[in-house]
């Protein structure tokens, strides 16, 4: 399986590629507190592996995010390789991208913590998912508050130049930026500084049930989510259930209908186009719904049967998980070591 291609750290916390190979380098991750679903492939996962042929691609299952909240160990563990069996069937290729899993590359923790005593108390804070939480719950873990910096690290570690992120991460990459500069600044040019990529809008999968919530793999109520694994029954009961609005008319309007919009731009991520010119295509909710089932489970389709495939042989798919650990230790260790060194903790 194809190396992670070495970085050489240039001024400005930037990084120059080595000649010949992709110029940008992006990472993903995915967290196994849940099946992955339909926004998951439409918002992350496709884009990704269309990705991996022009960029240097690192995807890795978040398992130590997972342990913010209450859990079962030996369910972080099965959904931790049904997500990376998913990924595979997908299309991702681990011969053009790192794929493994968080918690087998040690240096995502030795970096947290250096990186924590360069960000302050009040910053970890003020993160809004964290004040969200917090205030819903009696107690909260320690490791809560700290996520974001451990998703600092999680991107720093790999000297990337992109992140995909979402309006829910936004803040979280900013400040992974503020602590890269102020590191940079405080103790020499360490890290690479990355940039948000954000996603269309057609990228974003609204619950079924639902419509003004997004899709998620925790937070959606379970009739208004389309897992990748949903049999083509279960994907058709979805759609067929799925709420529009009182006007009998297709139309794209996501402010005013955003059952009906969330349709179109559900069957536009399947079938491409715009979803008001798909809008013309439909002259009832009936029509509409048939057509997204349909197109819905002609793209979960292949994945599903690759799935069941790669299922039958789970040894293969934590072979790549492990291949992709090595590599990524390799990786990190230099990052690491860099970090170490400026912060005085080595001589050279």
Do not use: W
């Amino acid at each position: 399986m194809a190396p992670i291609t070495p970085v050489t750290t240039t001024t400005a916390g930037t990084t120059a590629p080595t000649p010949g190979r992709a110029s940008v380098r992006r990472i993903t991750g995915l967290k196994p507190t849940g099946h992955l679903h339909l926004g998951n492939l439409v918002g992350a996962i496709r884009p990704t592996v269309a990705g991996q042929y022009r960029t240097e691609t690192i995807v890795f299952l978040a398992d130590l995010h997972a342990l913010t909240v209450t859990h079962q160990p030996a369910q972080i563990r099965t959904l931790t390789l049904e997500q990376a069996t998913v990924l595979l069937a997908a299309g991702l290729d681990p011969d053009r991208a790192l794929l493994y899993v968080q918690s087998q590359v040690p240096q995502h923790t030795e970096l947290h913590y250096l990186l924590e005593c360069a960000t302050g108390y009040g910053e970890a804070q003020r993160m809004i998912q964290f004040r969200e939480k917090s205030a819903r719950h009696r107690q909260v873990r320690l490791s809560l508050l700290s996520y974001p910096v451990l998703m600092a690290a999680d991107i720093l570690l790999h000297d990337v130049h992109e992140v995909p992120v979402g309006d829910d991460q936004s803040q979280h990459l900013e400040l992974t930026r503020t602590v890269a500069n102020r590191f940079n600044a405080r103790y020499g040019d360490t890290f690479t500084v990355p940039r948000a990529v954000h996603p269309t809008v057609s990228s974003r999968v609204m619950d079924l049930a639902d419509p003004t919530a997004k899709m998620g793999k925790t937070s959606s109520s379970e009739a208004g989510t389309i897992l990748l694994l949903d049999p083509p029954e279960v994907i058709r009961r979805k759609v067929l259930r799925a709420v529009t609005d009182p006007d009998r008319t297709v139309g794209y309007d996501p402010q005013r209908r955003p059952g009906v919009a969330n349709l179109l731009e559900i069957l536009a991520a399947c079938l491409g186009g715009s979803p008001t010119d798909l809008a013309a295509d439909y002259g009832s909710y009936a029509q509409l719904k048939k057509a997204v089932a349909e197109a819905v489970e002609s793209m979960l389709r292949p994945i599903r049967l690759r799935y069941t495939e790669l299922s039958r042989d789970p040894g293969y798919v934590r072979r790549v998980l492990a291949d992709g650990a090595d590599r990524a230790r390799d990786n990190a260790a230099d990052t690491v070591h860099r970090a170490k060194r400026a912060l005085g903790l080595l001589s050279h």
